[in-house]
């Protein structure tokens, strides 16, 4: 069983349609208990990353993501969720994260070129990094995905294992041992997203 995280932020309807839609079986929840006892981990989130992180330090199940990452559950940080792995952010000032990959997240105004419009929308292609992680094994150089952000990780190169090009390569994929995270958004991202959900589901 996969487990979504409800902690008050999120596009939980669409990613939970997602994983049905590829057979996977899925449920949204808070409870403490039922994350742990999940096989796979997905952290969605939408919105700003000091709201995102005080909600999810409230609900407590911070320290229940940190935990089960390091017994070697995969996890899966989409969108905001990404952004929430690393160790800080600096939107809005500088916020912590959970720290699971090294690296912090930096506002694209003012690192890529002025006549780019922010927030970063639409279909831009991976780029695949080093050797092909197994998150994509179904897809292919170069396939599009959806992606919608002003904000993107720096500073984790070891863990980048895709990128975009917005002005610059920026950050689009991270993975850390059992710990992943898509910038972009696979659940709105045709069948090279539910593809590379199909990916994930099939992970040990």
């Not at 994350?35 to 005080?54: Q, S, T, Y």
């Not at 994509?136 to 599009?144: L, R, T």
Request: aromatic fraction near 10%.
């Amino acid at each position: 069983m996969i487990a979504i995280v409800d902690y008050g932020v999120g596009n939980l309807f669409s990613l939970k349609s997602s994983f049905e839609s590829i057979g996977a079986e899925i449920i949204v929840s808070g409870d403490e208990a039922t994350i742990r006892n999940a096989d796979k981990i997905i952290l969605p989130g939408v919105g700003a990353f000091e709201d995102a992180a005080e909600k999810l330090r409230a609900s407590g199940l911070d320290k229940v993501l940190i935990s089960e990452a390091q017994k070697g559950k995969p996890i899966l940080g989409i969108c905001l969720g990404m952004q929430m792995l690393f160790e800080k952010s600096f939107e809005y000032g500088e916020h912590k994260g959970l720290g699971l990959i090294k690296g912090s997240v930096i506002p694209m105004d003012g690192t890529i070129p002025s006549d780019l419009k922010i927030p970063h929308i639409g279909w831009n292609a991976l780029h695949f990094t080093k050797n092909k992680s197994e998150l994509f094994k179904y897809i292919s150089e170069n396939d599009c995905v959806y992606f919608v952000h002003s904000y993107y990780a720096d500073g984790c190169d070891d863990a980048v294992i895709a990128t975009a090009e917005y002005g610059k390569e920026i950050t689009a994929a991270v993975q850390s041992k059992n710990v992943y995270g898509c910038q972009f958004h696979p659940e709105k991202s045709g069948n090279v997203g539910l593809n590379i959900l199909k990916a994930f589901c099939e992970m040990e």
